[in-house]
């Protein structure tokens, strides 16, 4: 069949190999060249069977997928990587699409999806995982983060270590009245509301790290 999609199946786990290989084995509309369980095996596959398709799992002993990824992109080859992993945490999907992944799918997917996305893949179509279409959208929409001033970390710096408007006004020789105009700012560019919220997201940003800023 001239239309036959080549597919690599890349996993670390041989059961999950064999399964992938069962399923599109017995469909005359693909032909798996290759199995390989780690990114490192599967960019020599890719470069000696030349795939149309990569199925690709993420979390692998040695070289991983997301870096496989890369390299495939920045090789130049035409092989599309279609991601198929458990994992749809932002800490996943975010680098792997970054990385040039074509789609995301999770391991639970129906049978009948997983196949419509391999074909879709080799047409160079996106297909997402519904939770990963979420998570992306969800990014996108999200208001772009606007920096603190320095005025503005130095008055978050005070309240952090406990002092009050009045004691932060003091030391930064400023007005109580314009340490609360910074504050109100700061709530705004964090998406906070009280001086509590507004340390704590501080410190998950990195904007301030304990016994300093």
Known sequence: MTNQVRLLIVDDHPVVRDGLRGMFTGDPGFEVVG??????????????????VVLMDLRMPGMDGVTAIGRLA????????????????????????????????LKDAPREDLVR????????????????????MGRLRAPVEEPLSQRELEVLTLVARGASNREAASQLFISEATVKTHLLHVYAKLGVNDRAAAVATAYDRGLLTPGGR
């Not at 490192?40 to 890719?46: C, N, P, R, T």
């Not at 458990?86 to 992944?101: H, M, N």
């Open 35 to 52: 199995e390989a369980a780690d990114g490192a095996e599967a960019l020599a596959l890719v470069a000696t069977l030349r795939p149309d």
């Open 117 to 136: 996305a391999v074909r879709a893949a080799a047409r160079g179509e996106s297909v997402l995982a519904p939770s990963v279409a979420g998570r992306l």
């Open 74 to 105: 920045r090789s130049g080859s035409t092989a599309r990587v279609l991601v198929l992993t458990t994992y749809d945490t932002d800490a996943d999907v975010l680098p792997a699409i970054e990385a040039g992944a074509t789609g995301y799918l």
